[in-house]
Nanobody, 117 residues
Framework: QVRLVESGGGLVQPGGSLRLSCAAD????????MGWYRQAPGKERELVAT???????NYADSVKDRVTISRDNAKNTVYLEIHSLEPQDTAVYYC???????????WGQGTQVTVSS
């Protein structure tokens, strides 16, 4: 049973930083593609970053200068660090995983990030 549990969200000041974590269980973590997506009110869910088994990363252009995705296979955990937070970063952030050969993946429950003074 695949389980993805996000944590680390909350209220953050503009210009601040945070680190989101996604703890995974129920699959062979080390071979899966992991990703972070976000969905702001009234908008579609969008890609933030992905990381492959081999550590190759991909970032959305809108965040690539401010975020870092990483994974710790020994801990079955993927992280997203984001800096210089802006109000536009306010969204529910979702952890995602899929097998490299599959188009079907799994979602976590999401963690709310609110950037406000």
């Amino acid at each position: 049973q695949v389980r993805l549990v996000e944590s680390g969200g909350g209220l953050v000041q503009p210009g601040g930083s945070l680190r989101l974590s996604c703890a995974a269980d129920g699959f062979i973590f080390s071979i899966n593609v992991m990703g972070w997506y976000r969905q702001a009110p009234g908008k579609e869910r969008e890609l933030v970053a992905t990381i492959t088994e081999g550590g190759n990363t991909n970032y959305a252009d809108s965040v690539k200068d401010r975020v870092t995705i990483s994974r710790d296979n020994a801990k079955n955990t993927v992280y997203l660090e984001i800096h210089s937070l802006e109000p536009q970063d306010t969204a529910v952030y979702y952890c995602y995983t899929k097998r490299p050969w599959s188009q079907t993946g799994y979602w976590g429950q999401g963690t709310q990030v609110t950037v406000s003074s």
